[in-house]
Every structure is written in structure tokens, then in C-alpha cells.
């Protein structure tokens, strides 16, 4: 795995690399924009450039970025449909033109129309975006696992291969599981036999080829508690030697794997370190260079 976490743009995008760096991190995750609000700044070239630049000297060698928490891919309201649309069609160009490897989305809400009815929105929104981008290009398009708060979907794998499986234009497409939400979501990930239940049914649904990132996050709330509070590693539900299992797997070699705990700066140095140590332990054969791309 490429371990790292998700790091501040404060001052600009040119920055996040260096903070990477500085944590010891092989891959970082960063949001291209202000997530609080719909409107947002178009990226100039010489911002392109400087970030492009500063990836190079800290030797990034994956990068994600986390849409805006703002998108409802399943919206109900078609004034916020638009607005989820246009939004993640100009996230994809952003992504694109910075150099990102892996955009990160949650699919949405069905607003209470029901399950089935949410995942035909989100392929529709998806579909729509993809033919305007004209695809994805370089950059793999992730819809990350979610707690099942509310009316989310996502926290079911069934939601996710039935998304990925009503695309038009599924190249490109693939999933990011986050730790916390999946144990949030009732997936049990402690003892070995949980985890590799958990694998097998992620196999089964939508793939373990699928899979493009991974957030590694511990859970303050309990297994299946629909909480989506993330943790620092070892603070919480999980433990800390869920982490360890996951860095040790061979079937999830050469994925980038970055934190989105709380901690700050010198926790999450700590933890990645932590985690390195753990992955020397057992080397695994990476199944590709860098980022993995369905």
C-alpha cells in the first residue's frame, strides 16, 4: 500500500505535497476546492504548474482528491441534481488537469424514494458526467463506501456493484472503501475471520480489481451503528490491528491508503510510520505501479 493522509491546501495547492513529504507519505488526498459552498474559483495555469511542480519534488506518488461533500449524485430535487451534476463534471476537469490519480465521491441520498430508485439516479448522474467529460481519462472516479446514515447509499457493496453495473461508460469507474464506514455500516473487520468474510463478500459484489483507494479510519461508534465518526487509529472500535491486516494484504498492494482521522500532523507522522513498520513486516509484491486503475 502507499500509505499517507489527507492534507491541508491552506495557501495554496502547491503546499500539499510538502506536507506529505513532511509525514513521511507516499500518497496524499486533498480537496481541489472550497467543499462549503457550490460556487468555486476556476484554477489557473500557473496554480496547475505549481502543484504539478511541487508533486514532483516531494515524490507524491498518488494523489486523491475528495469531491464536495455538497453532491447528491441522487438528489431529488433537480435544482440540487443540476447543481451535483455540473459540480463533480468540473471536479473531473479540475482532477485532470492537476495531475490527480483518484477522485473520491459518495454516491448520494435517495431523499427516501428508496434503494433502488437512489442507485438508478446515481448511475444516470454519473452516466451524465462521463459523456460530457468525454470519460475519465487518467483520473479513476471512486464512490466511496458510507456509514448508511440516513438515506445514504453506499453502505451496502450490493449498492456499488449495482451502481457500477447500470454505467454506460463504466471504464474508469471503481470504488474507495472506507474502514470506518464499512464497520459503521455492519461489516466486521476485527477478528480474521470477519475481515476475510468482509473481503470475500467485497469480492463477490463489486471485486476486489475494483477497489482504488482505500481511507484508513477508525470508528467511534460501534459495529453496524450507522455512525459516521472517524477516529485515530487505535482509538477507537476498531483497533489498531485491523490496520496492520489491511497493510499486510497482498490483495490490496499498490493502493493508495490515506488517513482522515482527527489527529493532526504529528498523529497522523505517527501512524504512518506505525503502519510502514507494519507493512515491512510481511513484504507483499505490489500488483501495480502507483495507483491501481480499473
Given at each position: 500500500?502507499?500509505?499517507?493522509?489527507?492534507?491541508?491546501?491552506?495557501?495554496?495547492?502547491?503546499?500539499?505535497?510538502?506536507?506529505?513529504?513532511?509525514?513521511?507519505?507516499?500518497?496524499?488526498?486533498?480537496?481541489?476546492?472550497?467543499?462549503?459552498?457550490?460556487?468555486?474559483?476556476?484554477?489557473?495555469?500557473?496554480?496547475?504548474?505549481?502543484?504539478?511542480?511541487?508533486?514532483?519534488?516531494?515524490g507524491t506518488r498518488a494523489?486523491?482528491?475528495?469531491?464536495?461533500?455538497?453532491?447528491?449524485?441522487?438528489?431529488?430535487?433537480?435544482?440540487?441534481?443540476?447543481?451535483?451534476?455540473?459540480?463533480?463534471?468540473?471536479?473531473?476537469?479540475?482532477?485532470?488537469?492537476?495531475?490527480?490519480?483518484?477522485?473520491?465521491?459518495?454516491?448520494?441520498?435517495?431523499?427516501?424514494?428508496?434503494?433502488?430508485?437512489?442507485?438508478?439516479?446515481?448511475?444516470?448522474?454519473?452516466?451524465?458526467?462521463?459523456?460530457?467529460?468525454?470519460?475519465?481519462?487518467?483520473?479513476?472516479?471512486?464512490?466511496?463506501?458510507?456509514?448508511?446514515?440516513?438515506?445514504?447509499?453506499?453502505?451496502?457493496?450490493?449498492?456499488?456493484?449495482?451502481?457500477?453495473?447500470?454505467?454506460?461508460?463504466?471504464?474508469?469507474?471503481?470504488?474507495?472503501?472506507?474502514?470506518?464506514?464499512?464497520?459503521?455500516?455492519?461489516?466486521?473487520?476485527?477478528?480474521?475471520?470477519?475481515?476475510?468474510?468482509?473481503?470475500?463478500?467485497?469480492?463477490?459484489?463489486?471485486?476486489?480489481?475494483?477497489?482504488?483507494?482505500?481511507?484508513?479510519?477508525?470508528?467511534?461508534?460501534?459495529?453496524?451503528?450507522?455512525?459516521?465518526?472517524?477516529?485515530?487509529?487505535?482509538?477507537?472500535?476498531?483497533?489498531?490491528?485491523?490496520?496492520?491486516?489491511?497493510?499486510?494484504d497482498r490483495r490490496l498492494?499498490?493502493?493508495?491508503?490515506?488517513?482522515?482521522?482527527?489527529?493532526?500532523?504529528?498523529?497522523?507522522?505517527?501512524?504512518?510510520?506505525?503502519?510502514?513498520?507494519?507493512?515491512?513486516?510481511?513484504?507483499?509484491?505490489?500488483?501495480?505501479?502507483g495507483t491501481k486503475r480499473?
Amino acid at each position: 500500500m502507499l500509505l499517507g493522509a489527507h492534507v491541508s491546501v491552506a495557501g495554496g495547492l502547491e503546499h500539499a505535497p510538502a506536507h506529505g513529504k513532511t509525514l513521511g507519505a507516499e500518497a496524499i488526498q486533498i480537496f481541489t476546492r472550497n467543499q462549503r459552498t457550490w460556487r468555486h474559483r476556476p484554477l489557473c495555469a500557473a496554480e496547475v504548474a505549481a502543484f504539478r511542480a511541487a508533486r514532483a519534488a516531494a515524490g507524491t506518488r498518488a494523489v486523491l482528491a475528495h469531491g464536495s461533500y455538497l453532491l447528491n449524485l441522487a438528489a431529488a430535487d433537480p435544482a440540487i441534481l443540476r447543481r451535483s451534476r455540473a459540480a463533480l463534471l468540473a471536479e473531473i476537469e479540475r482532477c485532470r488537469r492537476l495531475g490527480v490519480d483518484v477522485l473520491v465521491v459518495h454516491p448520494g441520498a435517495h431523499g427516501g424514494r428508496g434503494e433502488a430508485a437512489g442507485v438508478r439516479a446515481v448511475a444516470a448522474s454519473l452516466d451524465w458526467a462521463l459523456e460530457h467529460a468525454g470519460g475519465t481519462g487518467r483520473v479513476t472516479l471512486a464512490l466511496e463506501t458510507t456509514a448508511g446514515q440516513g438515506h445514504s447509499l453506499g453502505h451496502r457493496f450490493e449498492h456499488l456493484r449495482d451502481i457500477l453495473g447500470r454505467l454506460r461508460r463504466p471504464a474508469g469507474v471503481a470504488v474507495c472503501i472506507d474502514t470506518c464506514h464499512v464497520f459503521a455500516a455492519g461489516y466486521e473487520l476485527r477478528s480474521a475471520g470477519g475481515y476475510e468474510e468482509t473481503l470475500a463478500a467485497l469480492g463477490r459484489t463489486v471485486g476486489l480489481d475494483r477497489v482504488a483507494a482505500i481511507h484508513l479510519n477508525d470508528s467511534r461508534g460501534p459495529l453496524g451503528s450507522r455512525r459516521d465518526r472517524h477516529v485515530d487509529l487505535g482509538a477507537g472500535e476498531l483497533g489498531i490491528r485491523v490496520f496492520t491486516r489491511l497493510v499486510r494484504d497482498r490483495r490490496l498492494s499498490g493502493l493508495p491508503a490515506v488517513l482522515e482521522t482527527p489527529g493532526g500532523m504529528a498523529i497522523w507522522k505517527r501512524d504512518i510510520a506505525r503502519l510502514e513498520r507494519a507493512r515491512r513486516c510481511r513484504p507483499a509484491r505490489a500488483r501495480t505501479e502507483g495507483t491501481k486503475r480499473p
